[in-house]
Structures are given as structure tokens and as C-alpha cells.
């Protein structure tokens, strides 16, 4: 096959009359695997030795691990606080975001997407990405109360998400909702802070796709954990405080 596209090749140039092909030789080169292997091993072991050294710097500790577990855990509780912050920081700075409506703000983010628990002990770079291998963005979303409704249905079914800033009783059959501390009117809106994943209607959380806005930071969650853990160099303990009541 190849002598053939060869020989084409040499008679369309003819025909062409642009070019003259005097010689043609050809011949074979074994290729050894292992010098294959070694001469892209001495191209990667640079950046790998870089990615190492850059994946164990140490930035922070904890006295005690956090897990993670329904309904509410530890490790859901650092996640969706950090988070929290965040969000609010960023809505403050942002001027289409009524004050009214950051006032009506808590988090929501998901048990699956929390991959690793943090250990005791030294916390690295590392750590930090194997909690969150993901490129999820921070995004706020707004919700009306009939959507903030279904959310509360939906935690309702899955048992339990990691939340910040509210409280949740879905004990009866009418689910109530406390949002730093005051009782939701259920006729405002409400501003979660979440992730772009979520945001979209992933892990089914089909309420979000009838938001009425959304802003996505761009900031990655992972980076924000990052840089927090920078900031407080010790994780204070995270207690479980009955932020979901389902009994």
C-alpha cells in the first residue's frame, strides 16, 4: 500500500510538470522499546519531580480527621463553611447582586464530590487535590421559594447534604428552613453558593436548572480550600450540629 500511494505521488508531480523526483531509496529502522522508554522517561522525570515536590508542600494540620457521612459529617461541614465564605465574598463584590438577596444566602454542596476524607495529621497541597480532583468552579445560583422547595424535597430523598449557614427540619411533612439564623418567609429568593457541577442539575439536583440567574466565579473550589488552609494553618474542629434534622 505504501509503494502504491508512492508511485501516485510520483506520477501526479509528472503530470504536474513542477517537480522531478531524481532518487528514491528507502529502508527500515528498528525501533528499540527500551530506549523508547528511557528517552521519555529523561523528558518526564523533570516535571515529575516538580509535580512531587509541588503535591507535599505542606499547608496546614488538624488535630482530628474529618470524615464524611450523611446527613451531616465533619468533612461536609469544613467543605460547605470554606465555601460559604467564599461565596459571600465574591457576591459582595459583585454589583447585579441585590444586598437584599445575599442576605437570604447559605451553601449546598454534595457528599460525591468530596472524594477523600482529610486526615490527621500535616494536611499538603496533594491532600487538598485528592478531596477535590475535580475542576468545579464556585457559582452562585439564585432560586425562587418554589424552587427552594424542591431542593428542600430533594434533601429530603437523598438524606442529607453538606450545608452552611441554614438550618434544615425535615422531620414533618412541611419542611421548614432557617437561613442565618432567621426563619425563610418562603416569598423571597435565596442565593446558594454550590458548584458549577451542581449548578447544571448534576448529582440530580434538577431544581437548579429553573434558577433564576447564576454567576460562575471561575475561581476553582479546589484553590479556594487551598488558600484557606494557608490562611488559619490549623483546622479548628468540625463538629456535628444538627444542621439537617430528618427525624
Known amino acids: 500500500m ?6 501516485l505521488f510520483i506520477l501526479l508531480l509528472s503530470a504536474c510538470g513542477t ?10 529502522t528498528e525501533i528499540n522499546a527500551e530506549q523508547e522508554s528511557s528517552s521519555l522517561d529523561s523528558i518526564i522525570n523533570p516535571y515529575r519531580e516538580e509535580m512531587r515536590a509541588t503535591m507535599n508542600v505542606k499547608i496546614g494540620y488538624t488535630n482530628q480527621s474529618l470524615e464524611k457521612y450523611t446527613p451531616e459529617s465533619p468533612l461536609g461541614n469544613f467543605s ?7 461565596g459571600l465574598k465574591y457576591a459582595n463584590n459583585q454589583a447585579d447582586i441585590d444586598s437584599n438577596l445575599i442576605k437570604n444566602t447559605f451553601c449546598l454542596l454534595n457528599f460525591g464530590g468530596l472524594r477523600s476524607t482529610v486526615n490527621q495529621g500535616d494536611i499538603s497541597v ?4 485528592e478531596l477535590m480532583p475535580f475542576d468545579n468552579t464556585l457559582t452562585l445560583v439564585q432560586l425562587s421559594a418554589s424552587k427552594l422547595s424542591d431542593m ?3 434533601l429530603k430523598k437523598v438524606q442529607g447534604q453538606p450545608i452552611s449557614g441554614a438550618k434544615i427540619d425535615l422531620s414533618g411533612d412541611h419542611h421548614s428552613i432557617v437561613i442565618n439564623g ?3 418567609d418562603k416569598e423571597s429568593d435565596v442565593l446558594i453558593v454550590t458548584s458549577d457541577y451542581l449548578a447544571g442539575g448534576g448529582d440530580k ?3 437548579f436548572k429553573g434558577a433564576k440567574n447564576s454567576w460562575n466565579s471561575g475561581i476553582l473550589m479546589r484553590d479556594i480550600y487551598i488558600e484557606h488552609i494557608k490562611k488559619v494553618g490549623e483546622l479548628k474542629a468540625y463538629p456535628v450540629e444538627n444542621r439537617i434534622k430528618l427525624n
Open 182 to 184: 432567621r426563619e425563610f
Open 2 to 7: 505504501q509503494k502504491y500511494c508512492l508511485y
Open 205 to 207: 439536583m434538577e431544581f
Open 152 to 154: 428542600l424535597d430533594y
Open 80 to 86: 460547605a463553611d470554606v465555601m460559604l465564605e467564599a
Open 126 to 129: 496533594g491532600n487538598v487535590y
Open 19 to 28: 517537480r522531478q523526483i531524481a532518487d528514491y531509496s528507502s529502508g527500515t
